[in-house]
């Protein structure tokens, strides 16, 4: 352990921690653009300067170790003047694009340009082009807003082990790609879409669905056991994004189906109406041949809902109670309740599997009731 | 899982077998691979190169089915080296000296000779296992969809017993559980023998206890045994199944042998099905009920480390579908028994009753983050890791596990081992990721995996269109080959409704567990000829 002084105040950290990690223990705010705590030190973007007793320069707190009795000071009109200057740079080539950008709001970057005031750019420059566009289906790559903070290039290789992007080109030519500038061909985890300060990453189906008026609600994935906490972004009825923060089990990470996998939720051909089968049954319940159509090829199922009125009728919630208990008790009268089995599902949440078992064994009568643990 | 996620990345040996698990939990995956990171040696048996293997220390290549010879050649090398934990064997299991036996004859070189992996690699995997400290055990459906599969997890618990790596933090076995609650509908009852928290159905005083909370006025539960899902389909087959209610499953994709399947639905004399859309199993269906999705209700979710955690409804369900647990209430009340409960929690509270190991979860304690069971009162802090005072029926007993093998095996007409399994981007019958426009761009259709030296002497090239059969029934399919699995045995994911991977997978069961075999099963293929 290593004790020092930040601002006039004591904490004691961990050896190898850096000065940054120390003040975020006495929660003192120090700007950062490349900085994340699971990935290794970068030193890019010079926003986090501070001042240590006894060294001249300024020294980044993000890459520098904090040591036995040091004092640092985070900030002075001389550190603000640096931090400025620096940020004023990074936005000298950036486009400036707020008004249309999918991150406004929700942006690093232009929450230290808010902070510093910065709208007009001394430095203002060539601003670089990118007519590249990317066709991958889930990370738009807006590669003119990319301010080459790095987190995106190293938590794909550090954390989810694809190293699917990386630096190209030297000086001004610089950018973020995947081999040969080809299309990002990845596991599309989105972690990096999550690290990125700017809107030079997003999702590409959360565009124009809106950055203002949405609620935020806390839920689980519903897609394998890891049971990845999720925050499900809601707007006018409908999901228009997913994220995950970093408190949670799964440390803010998710896979390609958890952050991106929302919109069978909305789709076109959910069942929104109860549905009886219409097409003839032999009457014979012993007839093995002749009872519904043959399968497969399976029914289309089209756009805007089923097109197998040919098979089913819809009916009301009412109608298709009805006819439920009335089939349900019929078979259990003749054939006993055994002669009935159910399968729950590994989908539905405790509460509603407790339900159906208890159905299944108190109502029917039976211990006939499963699900697909096995499968 | 006997451990936690988060003790993951502290594990000083990971060894996974049979999970592919940057695919199938990708986010244990991750954590994996941060152990590695940290120092860790992986050791990853399975017949395919999955892509753990790039991070591994060891990959055993094993001959699919061949994991019981396996893991007694890697046990018989420990025994061996005396990397045994004696005081742990004494103390807490039984039956370890005629077990011991039984390890005599699989050498590392009878373990090559069945499994294929060479006995040096076996004999570094003992090594490793056995001078490990913290070592984690992980497996999924490669372990148990086999007709041997509760022999192999046998096994696995012999391993970790005889070195006595099980009921400490970051030590122990941990079964990966595949969909999101399939933990938590097996914690519920959602299986034939037991009622709600494992309490067995033909274990007197139990069904007693569940009458008197179900059936106060003093009727009484079904002393018959129940089915499986799986007998459940032979049942409808033979008749004496007349009437089946799904909810929220779609067994006509992910169960084996799909013939077999849509016969025995197509027999029914009454089908319900509940679900959100229209899937295979629901076009069999008398009855269709609409039902609401997960962002459309309340509720929990138990995830593959017994944490329960808290679901909740974001948007309103489409239409007219509804929550499952009113239309299970309204369906009782037709029938006669009124289920009360005011809100969705009062059925979490009804269980807890029921549950000691639930009986300190209410929603409150977990609306910020999860609890895991077992959490027996409400100040109780949940318990990350099983068995660390003991077992629960006192010792552990080791049991002679001997290798036989799978069922059905390739032969000279069906010259191929088949796998079936999961991939990244879709999940389990797709239902739910293929009505999503991104995930269908980068995962298009179904595949087969065949190794390039096969293909070669096929004759056949990437993308092309074969047809596969088993003794069951065939289909057409894309090629795509791949260095992952091993020459002679192909992979098929299961998603794809165009090409149902289980029209070729056989219904052989594991007689005790009754887990269909899906990870062998013996096909042919030939290329389809242009005209
Ligand atoms: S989506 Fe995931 S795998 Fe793809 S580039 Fe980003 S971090 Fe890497
Ligand atoms: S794309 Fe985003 S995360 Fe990656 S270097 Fe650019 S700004 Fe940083
Ligand atoms: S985000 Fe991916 S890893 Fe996490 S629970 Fe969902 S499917 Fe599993
Ligand atoms: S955060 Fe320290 S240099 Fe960027």
Known sequence: ?375 | MTNSIPEIENHDVIFVIGSNTTETHPIIGLKMKKAVKRGAELIVADPRKIDLVRFSTLWLQHRPGTDVALLNSIMHVILKKDLIDKKFIDSRTEGFESFKESLSEYTPEQGERITGVPKETIIKAALLYGNAVRPGIYYTMGITQHSHGTENVYSIANLALMTGNLGRECTGVNPLRGQNNVQGATDMGCVPDFYPGYQKVNIPGIKEKFEMAWLPWGASLSSNTGLTATEMSGAAMNGSIKAMYIMGENPVLSDPDMKHTINALKKLDFLIVQDIFLTETAELADVILPAACFAEKDGTFTNTERRVQRVRKAVEPPGEAKEDSYIIIELAKRLGYEMKYNVIEDVLQEARKLWPALAGIDYGRISKAGLQWPCPTLDHPGTPYLFKGGFPRGKASFTKVEYRPSEELPDAKYPFLLSTGRQLFQYHTGSMTRKIDAINKVSPFAYIEINPEDADRLGIDDGDLINVSSRRGSVKIKVMISERPLKGTVFIPFHFKEAPANILTSRKLDPISKIPELKVCAVKIEPIKLK
């Open chain 1, 1 to 375: 352990m290593v004790t020092l002084k930040i601002d006039g105040r004591k904490v004691t950290v961990r050896k190898l921690s850096t000065i940054l990690d120390a003040a975020r223990k006495l929660d003192i705010p120090i700007p950062t653009l490349c900085h994340h705590p699971e990935l290794s030190p970068y030193g890019g973007c010079r926003l986090c300067l501070v001042e240590i007793e006894g060294i001249a320069k300024p020294a980044a707190s993000c890459t520098t170790f904090a040591k036995e009795g040091m004092i640092v000071n985070t900030s002075s009109p001389y550190l603000e003047k640096l931090r400025r200057t620096n940020l004023e740079l990074i936005l000298s080539d950036h486009p400036n694009e707020c008004m249309l950008c999918e991150r406004s709001g929700d942006c690093k970057l232009q929450e230290l340009a808010y902070f510093y005031g910065l709208r007009e750019n001394r430095f203002k420059g060539e601003i670089r082009v990118y007519s590249k566009k990317d066709n991958n289906p889930f990370v738009t790559r807006d590669m003119e807003k990319c301010i080459l903070c790095g987190q995106c290039v190293r938590i794909c290789d550090e954390i989810q082990g694809v190293g699917a992007i990386d630096f190209a080109y030297r000086g001004l030519n610089t950018r973020v790609s995947p081999p040969f500038e080809k299309d990002l061909n990845c596991e599309f985890c989105g972690q990096c879409v999550a690290v990125c300060p700017t809107g030079a990453l997003t999702g590409k189906m959360w565009a124009h669905k809106g950055r203002q008026n949405f609620k935020e609600v806390e839920t689980i994935c519903p897609y394998c056991g890891c049971g990845c906490n999720i925050t499900l972004y809601v707007r006018r009825n409908e999901i228009i994004r997913i994220s995950s923060n970093e408190e949670t089990i799964n440390e803010g990470w998710l896979c390609a189906k958890g952050r991106f996998g929302y919109g069978f939720v909305n789709s076109p051909e959910r069942l929104t109406k109860p549905l009886i089968r219409i097409a003839p049954k032999e009457n014979s319940i012993f007839n093995v041949k002749q009872t519904n159509p043959p399968l497969p090829p399976f029914t289309k199922v089209g756009r805007g809902g089923i097109n197998n009125a040919a098979l089913f009728k819809e009916v009301t919630w009412e109608e298709a109670f009805q006819y439920v208990s009335k089939r349900l008790k019929e078979i259990k009268e003749n054939y006993g309740p055994d002669a009935i089995g159910g399968l729950a599902s590994a989908r539905c949440t405790n509460e509603e599997n407790y339900l159906f078992q208890k159905f299944m064994r108190v109502v029917i009568g039976t211990n006939n009731v499963d699900h697909c643990a096995r499968y």
